[in-house]
């Protein structure tokens, strides 16, 4: 797996996933033999301290999981099979007011709306093309491998749902992937009975306009009209959310010394260690996590864009030897420093 990446969109902190999402992810391991607990003890995520409905996990811990060397070349098709279990109730409160749109197309004009409350990581636009509506999906992640995952389970659980509000696939008239077209198209074709095809530039699923003009069987009014409300309420308080984790991410980031001294940290923060490790335990976070992250980040960052020393960099990241810092390098990137700089110099 690839190291982290983002854009500048992207907060390794921010809400992520939903944890009815995650969920069905474990359900899709589980199924292909992987150790679930060692999973999500590895990402630091505890599904019983998490709600069903509201929880979320981070970006940070997404990727921890994903990241896992647990996970072999499998990983490639798990974004279909996790999309390919979504159903309506999996999305929430966004599921049940879609359904309560007055027409199909008002459905997934709604869907996209707020998606937001249920993972920050994909856009879903609705564009218009002539006989067509593309339901399309973007990424602000970086990283190739997650990315494909999001696009994955986007496409699949799109398809799903257009099947939930139609009753059939005769609106579905083809999906798109934004990536090449694998060797084995095996999994492609056990869930999609229209067009494939790859290599454009987002990945999407296209409606046939004609079907999503007609009133839908499952509108009605006055649960659209609450449901709505309460996406609204809910979409305004996880816009003013700022979590702790995202607070000491900031932190660790800009001042490296603090990796090496919690309490400082803390006192910065207005609490004792032991307050802070107990309400980042409380999100999902662990803070030996968001230190190892951080001295990831600059680390590379460091290595790549500036001709320091080895001696140097370890030096300014906190490290008193050289040889621990080379020890941990090896941990986060499989490879020493030295090795590091060079490869990415070629890749350059």
Known sequence: MDKLQLNADVSPAQPAFSMSYLRLLMEVLNEHGYNQSRLLADAAIDLRS??????????????????????????????????????ISSHGIIGH??????????????????????????????????????????????????QRFLCDSSVAGSYNLCKAFLGSEKAIHSVQFNYPEPKDLTPYHEIFSCPISFSHQCASVVLDLSYLTEVSDTAN????????????????????????????LALLLATPE????????????????????????????????????????????????????????????????????????KRWFGMGPKAYREASVRES
Not at 114 to 139: P, S
Not at 228 to 237: I, N, V
């Open 97 to 146: 007011l879609a359904m309560a749109g007055k027409t199909y197309l008002e459905s997934f004009q709604l869907f996209a709306r707020y998606i937001k409350l249920r993972t920050q990581l994909v856009d879903f636009n609705v564009l218009y093309e002539g006989a067509f509506v593309k339901t399309e999906f973007t990424t602000g992640v970086n990283n190739p491998q997650i």
């Open 258 to 329: 603090y990796c090496f001294n919690q309490q400082q940290l803390a006192e910065c923060l207005g609490m004792s260690s032991r307050t802070l490790r107990r309400k980042l335990s409380a999100e999902s976070s662990r803070y030996q996590d968001l230190v190892d992250y951080a001295l990831k980040e600059q680390a590379s960052s460091y290595l790549n864009n500036t001709q320091w020393s080895v001696e140097q960099i370890a030096e300014l990241l906190g490290y008193s030897d050289t040889s621990n810092f080379n020890k941990a390098f």
């Open 50 to 87: 998490q709600p069903l409905t509201s929880g979320f996990v981070s970006f940070f811990q997404l990727n921890q999981l994903l990241s896992s060397p647990a996970l072999d070349d499998d990983f490639y098709n798990l974004g279909l099979a996790v999309g390919q279990k979504l159903t």
């Open 221 to 248: 009014e006055l649960m659209l009209r609450t449901a709505q409300q309460q996406c609204e309420t809910l979409l305004k308080e996880l816009k003013a959310t700022e979590s702790l984790t995202d607070k000491v």
